[in-house]
Nanobody, 122 residues
Framework: QVQLVESGGGLVQPGGSLRLSCAAS????????MRWYRQAPGKQRDLVAT???????NYADSVKGRFTISRDNTKNTVYLQMNSLKPEDTAVYYC????????????????WGQGTLLTVSS
């Protein structure tokens, strides 16, 4: 009934750029904070970037100055613009959102996308 779907991953050379998208759909009344996480093989899932409903952003030190998170509330979509990509950025990227669904309006429901793979390699 409700879901997040990521898109935009792929293979990029070091120094290149890519834009990830994540669209929420279904019976959603409100989306508060949206986030991007990433997980490389054998490593923990780390928070990459956060954006609040008011547009305030926060970034992990490893991506600060290179990545930009943004959102389009009319489309229920969050984006991650990734520039100056490095091999260590290689990971599965997941979007995450705190939502209110129409059938349970009294609490936030945390949604996760299925992930999209970014590979940075020459």
């Amino acid at each position: 009934q409700v879901q997040l779907v990521e898109s935009g991953g792929g293979l990029v050379q070091p120094g290149g750029s890519l834009r990830l998208s994540c669209a929420a759909s279904g019976s959603i009344s409100r989306i508060n904070t949206m986030r991007w996480y990433r997980q490389a093989p054998g490593k923990q899932r780390d928070l990459v970037a956060t954006i609040t409903s008011g547009g305030s952003t926060n970034y992990a030190d490893s991506v600060k100055g290179r990545f930009t998170i943004s959102r389009d509330n009319t489309k229920n979509t969050v984006y991650l613009q990734m520039n100056s990509l490095k091999p260590e950025d290689t990971a599965v990227y997941y979007c995450n959102a705190d939502t209110v669904v129409t059938f349970n309006p009294y609490r936030y429901l945390e949604l996760w996308g299925q992930g999209t793979l970014l590979t940075v390699s020459s």
